[in-house]
């Protein structure tokens, strides 16, 4: 601890990198695969919930996730195998991409 006259403080100084310096794209983690009845097809927001993101710099970004292209979601009640694709950009403009 140092002191300036009747004032006492810390000599620990955190330093979190800036966003400038973020070069680290996020994680996508979450069910790549499920399996799904043609006549109990999953919802939007239930494969929302089976994928999240995360950030080293801005950490749970799961709110900003995009679907960019969904085959599942159009064919849902055709028998087959079909790909979601989603991103993540995290706020130092970094993008991640998953196809499940």
């Not at 695969?33 to 239930?46: Q, W």
């Not at 028998?79 to 499940?100: L, M």
């Amino acid at each position: 601890m140092g002191d300036i006259g009747d004032m006492k403080f810390a000599d620990q100084v955190i330093i979190k990198p800036s966003k400038a310096s973020d070069t680290t794209s996020p994680v996508l983690s979450g069910k790549t695969v499920f399996i799904t009845a043609v006549d109990d097809p999953y919802t939007k927001a239930e494969n929302r919930v089976l994928i999240s993101a995360y950030d080293e710099t801005d950490d749970d970004i799961t709110q900003l996730i995009v679907i960019e292209s969904d085959g599942y979601y159009v064919n849902r009640t055709a028998v087959g195998s079909f790909e979601i694709e989603y991103s993540v950009t995290d706020g130092a403009c970094n993008t991640s991409y998953q196809k499940r």
